[in-house]
């Protein structure tokens, strides 16, 4: 990963890159651009030379601008102009993220950072640099040059240094999820996924993880869990993975799909629909990634993370489209669509940590519904819940993160649909609102935490089709860093 270093004096100086605002609007326009004041001293000229370039390369300061300049045979070799827009967190999110890029045939940059540059600014400066740097790829051929280094430079970088290591840990963990969900489903299966939680929460003191095999899941009446996974010659598992820090008075559940590769089952999908398939499991990734960064952050809040795991396959032993599926807590569910398979795992998990984890605030996290994307577009999650002061909370979290969401409803005159003649539920009516069903589908499971359960059907933004700020093609690792922000403010 790229790394990030504050300095007050630069060990070295080939570019240098000097912030730009946008220019105040006024009556007669908008103003020119300005060089954002550094309270560093940079070398002789310099600060005078790149005003000087701001009219001339008709430089906005628009958030992600950016212009470099060629200073042959003097110090610094390059200047490199980058908009910061009007400053907001947001904006120096981009801004780091298109100084990832524009620097990318670069080893070493200096950025100076503005004399009054806030916390907040240089956690979403260096989350926007570590996020725009990431790749993905599987293969030996040899990778071109990256950027290795950036410094900032601060009069004070003893005050940036938790923001820094924030803003470090939390993009880790976005990487780890991104990781995670773009791995081939020919490597990742429940077994690999557990594996891989495994292998992270070893790094990490007062985790406590237990993975949950077939027997155990058959003994203890996960049926939802069992049936989505029967199909496969790779059996499903259960994930529940444990922070617990001694000062913690609040308890989260987190609850993820996990579906490690989803064929539609005996409803199978056809090919354009299931080619990105591996992604199934993006709401598992994001709230293991989550819980390991509020481990590794020391959050004094106890985050119990529950991740589901099965891979919904085509097979003589893959459950049928009209079977009555018995879940955790005794709940019969008729599933006449074997391809709204995410909800039944789920229904298992959110029905255990009702019954079994007694927690404070119960949040799950899914790539449920293709409506999610056709209500809301491909960067907003739709966000349900009965909880005013829990929507409320975590869409700031969530907001402030650079993430996006929208609050839909959960109206009492849909739950006829679930109606079944044959069980309790009928998990996959037919009857349009697709995502408000499922929701409310999930909801009949929170037994007594109904009142202070949350859920997030985020199938639309875990993959982004191409580069757009912080987010390159490809798993976004959405959630993690909305999470991460608001078990922040839990104690």
Known sequence: MLAIRLTAGPGRLDTLVLPVHTGAATDGGDAPATLAPTGSALPDGVSAEAAALLP???????????YRHLRPTRTPGR???????????RHWRTAGAALARAASD??????????????????????????????????????RP????????????????????????TAEMTRFARDLTNTPSSVKNPQWFAAQ?????????????????????????????????????????????????????????????????????????????????????????????????????????????????AENMVSGSAFRPGD?????????????????????????????AAR???????VDLATLTGANAVALGKRHG?????????????????????????????????LEHLGSDLADLHSSPDRGAGSVIAALYLREFTGDTRDRWLHIDMSAPSWADGDDAELTRGATGWGVRGLLRWLGTLS
């Open 382 to 414: 739709a966000l349900y819940s009965e909880n005013d002061q829990l929507a409320a909370d975590l869409l700031a979290a969530i907001d402030a993160a650079g993430e996006a969401a929208w609050r839909m409803p959960l109206p009492a005159d849909y």
């Open 56 to 66: 001339a390369a008709r430089l906005t300061g628009r958030a992600g601008e950016t």
């Open 356 to 362: 079994e984890l007694a927690p404070d605030l119960l």
């Open 106 to 143: 670069e080893t070493h940059i200096t950025l100076a950072l503005p004399a009054d540059a806030a916390e907040g600014t240089v956690r979403a400066l260096v989350e926007g640099l570590l996020l725009a740097s990431y790749r993905f790829r599987m293969t030996d051929a040899g990778e």
């Open 197 to 309: 939680v495994e292998a992270a929460a070893a790094d990490l003191p007062d985790l406590h993880l237990r993975v949950r095999g077939p027997e155990e899941l058959a003994a203890e009446g996960f049926g939802g869990i069992l049936a989505v996974g029967g199909g496969s010659a790779s059996p499903p598992r259960l994930v529940e993975l444990d922070w617990r820090p001694a000062d913690a008075r609040t308890h989260v559940v987190l609850v993820g799909k996990g579906i490690t590769f989803d064929t539609g089952g005996i409803s199978i999908k056809p090919v354009p629909a299931m080619k990105l398939m591996r992604k199934d499991m993006a709401g598992a990734a994001a709230v293991v990634a989550a819980t390991l960064g509020a481990a590794a952050l020391r959050l004094p809040v106890r985050v119990t993370t529950l991740a589901p795991l």
């Open 79 to 89: 200047l490199l102009l980058l908009g910061v827009g009007e400053g907001t967190d």
């Open 146 to 169: 990256a950027l290795a280094e950036v410094e900032l430079l601060a009069t004070d970088p003893d005050g940036y240094r938790d923001a820094v290591d924030t803003a470090r840990t």
């Open 324 to 352: 009555i599926i018995r879940h955790y807590d005794g709940t019969t569910s008729e599933t006449t669509n074997s391809d709204a398979e995410g909800r039944l795992v789920l229904a298992d998990a959110l029905a255990y």
